[in-house]
């Protein structure tokens, strides 16, 4: 039996705190490993994204960069994504990181002053729809529901509180495919409030979602009138988040705290 020891760190992200934000693995590989191997490793780690990252320079990116859930990979993740721009510029200094990806193109993280980071992602554009089976496992009604061609459905509620409140049927809303199933309002401390469930990608609910603010972004910034605003996440853990819409970009800005370094033991 052959081993290999991986280096791993655990960093909460969009969180000036341990233990708030949304947790991400991030694991550096010297190559790839057989995709059965990372979805493994994903599992084991059981936390909503395991972030890999091979150095592999080129198309104007410095790594590829993919993410796994405990059950499948995803096409896009910004929580991890952060958390891995948190842990390069930490590790090997320097304003800025890009990484590509396989779905969603060339990303960045920037290094604001201070300590904060800024992620850039594709803006995600949704349109009026109807989805009255998701809107009755959500077990509250919205006032709209805007959709996308990539499986990333926003509710629009009238208050916060009743995007506090709610309590779906995650079971049902996973037989619907692995869709995100964003239910926002305009905030009360915040510009802009909001609740993730993705159940059909293994992820009951997600504690604060970079990808969701992607679409959140030029959704709200046409509601507000304004190409910048705050927002929370407000999950268990909660998660904070400043979003800007630069054309087709949509910026998330926010902190990470690593709470882990160490060694993941691989057996083959």
Same mark, same amino acid.
């Given at each position: 039996?052959?081993?290999?020891a #991986?280096?791993?760190?655990h960093?909460?992200?969009?969180?000036?705190r341990?233990?708030?934000?949304?947790?991400?693995a991030?694991m550096?590989?010297? !190559?790839?490993?057989?995709?059965?191997?990372?979805?493994?490793?994903?599992?084991?780690?059981?936390?909503?994204?395991?972030?890999f990252?091979?150095?592999?320079?080129?198309d104007?990116a410095?790594? !590829?960069l993919?993410?796994?859930?405990p059950?499948?990979?995803?096409?896009?993740?910004?929580?991890a994504?952060?958390?891995s721009?948190h842990?390069?510029?930490?590790?090997d200094?320097?304003?800025?990181?890009?990484?590509?990806?396989?779905?969603?193109?060339?990303?960045?993280?920037?290094?604001l002053?201070?300590?904060?980071?800024?992620?850039?992602?594709?803006?995600?554009?949704?349109?009026?729809?109807?989805?009255?089976?998701?809107?009755?496992?959500?077990g509250?009604?919205?006032?709209?529901?805007?959709?996308?061609?990539?499986r990333?459905?926003?509710?629009?509620?009238?208050?916060?509180?009743?995007v506090?409140d709610l309590?779906?049927d #995650?079971?049902g809303l996973?037989q619907?495919g692995?869709h995100?199933?964003?239910c926002?309002?305009?905030?009360?401390?915040?510009?802009?409030?909001?609740?993730?469930f993705?159940?059909?990608?293994?992820?009951?609910?997600?504690?604060?979602?970079?990808?969701?603010?992607?679409?959140?972004?030029?959704?709200?910034?046409?509601?507000?009138?304004?190409?910048?605003?705050?927002?929370?996440?407000?999950?268990?853990r909660g998660?904070?988040?400043?979003?800007?819409?630069?054309?087709?970009?949509?910026?998330?800005?926010?902190?990470?705290?690593?709470?882990?370094?160490?060694?993941?033991?691989?057996?083959?």
């Amino acid at each position: 039996m052959n081993s290999a020891a #991986l280096p791993y760190w655990h960093v909460d992200a969009f969180a000036d705190r341990p233990f708030s934000g949304n947790q991400a693995a991030v694991m550096v590989l010297g !190559e790839w490993l057989p995709d059965p191997v990372l979805q493994a490793i994903a599992a084991e780690n059981m936390f909503a994204e395991t972030a890999f990252l091979v150095p592999e320079p080129a198309d104007g990116a410095e790594w !590829e960069l993919r993410w796994f859930t405990p059950a499948c990979e995803i096409r896009l993740c910004g929580h991890a994504t952060l958390a891995s721009g948190h842990l390069l510029l930490q590790r090997d200094g320097g304003d800025r990181v890009t990484f590509r990806t396989r779905q969603a193109g060339i990303l960045e993280v920037r290094r604001l002053p201070g300590d904060a980071l800024e992620l850039a992602f594709p803006a995600i554009t949704t349109h009026p729809g109807a989805w009255p089976e998701a809107i009755a496992l959500l077990g509250a009604q919205p006032v709209e529901v805007w959709r996308s061609a990539d499986r990333y459905d926003v509710f629009l509620f009238e208050r916060e509180q009743q995007v506090r409140d709610l309590s779906p049927d #995650l079971r049902g809303l996973a037989q619907l495919g692995d869709h995100q199933f964003i239910c926002t309002a305009p905030g009360v401390a915040t510009d802009v409030v909001s609740r993730v469930f993705v159940p059909g990608a293994g992820v009951d609910e997600d504690s604060v979602t970079g990808s969701a603010h992607a679409v959140l972004t030029p959704f709200w910034a046409a509601r507000l009138g304004r190409d910048r605003f705050t927002a929370h996440q407000a999950s268990a853990r909660g998660g904070d988040l400043v979003c800007r819409l630069d054309g087709d970009r949509a910026w998330l800005g926010g902190r990470c705290v690593t709470v882990v370094e160490g060694t993941f033991y691989l057996s083959t």
